[in-house]
């Protein structure tokens, strides 16, 4: 099965700074790689995501790569706020033909 | 709210009984899935509905754990005969096939502790 790994567990920076989360998958049939973000308390919410026919996608601070070929996808931040911090899941699936394998998470701290 | 709403959101429980947890989806969700989450570690999957149709179960899922969904809504997960490794929180999530997305809604959990 899909097996997803995520690096790094945690991470700090400054506010305004940029944050990258990187992510490996291990089932090459794998064609869709959604980004979820967990506040403290609060439900896992989808906050970006992308299909293996493109190989990024922006949606204003934030952006995700895909590298088909490596097996890797990555989710970018920009200009880092302070409501940015929160616990990052990566996750994959073959187009809902099985279900979300998520990663074990990215803790991001924003620092003003 | 026409949400993803999961009920108890909180159950504390002694070793040995039994429990059981609630999920109703949105409701034009066809899709219905059960994670685990422990702290410090992502959603895992336990099992997923498309209607009324359980379609897969994680080698997670012991025996002493059953799901139904008897009409294509809303859900229960049980737990029999609980154990302290079951502490956890137990996220409800539903989706729809019908030309979306495929985004999971998640609901905000129903955690049990296990004494």
């Known amino acids: 099965g899909e097996n997803v790994e995520q690096h790094p567990s945690t991470l700090s920076v400054q506010e305004g700074d940029s944050a990258v989360i990187k992510c490996t998958y291990s089932?090459?049939?794998?064609?869709?790689f959604p980004w979820y973000k967990q506040e403290l308390g609060k439900r896992p919410q989808l906050i970006i995501d992308i299909r293996s026919n493109v190989g990024e996608k922006k949606d204003q601070r934030i952006a995700v790569t895909l590298n088909k070929t490596a097996k890797h996808f990555s989710l970018h931040i920009t200009e880092t706020q302070p409501e940015d911090s929160a616990v990052y899941f990566c996750?994959?699936?073959?187009?809902?033909?099985?279900?979300?394998?998520f990663g074990k998470g990215t803790r991001l701290s924003v620092i003003a | 709210d026409t949400g993803v709403s999961q009920d108890p959101r909180h159950k504390i429980t002694k070793r040995g009984q039994n429990v059981t947890f609630r999920c109703d989806p949105i409701?034009?969700?066809?899709?219905l899935y059960w994670y685990r989450q422990t702290l410090g570690q992502g959603p895992e999957f336990l099992t997923y509905f498309q209607n009324e149709a359980q379609l897969e179960k994680s080698r997670l899922l012991s025996d002493r754990f059953s799901a139904e969904r008897p009409k294509g809504s809303f859900s229960t997960l049980e737990i029999q005969r609980t154990e302290q490794g079951d502490s956890a929180m137990y996220l409800c999530a539903s989706s729809s096939t019908g030309g979306g997305t495929g985004e999971l809604f998640f609901g905000e959990g129903s955690r049990l502790t296990v004494l």
């Open positions: 409701s034009e969700h066809n899709r």
């Open positions: 996750a994959a699936d073959k187009s809902g033909n099985t279900p979300l394998v």
């Open positions: 089932d090459s049939a794998s064609n869709y």
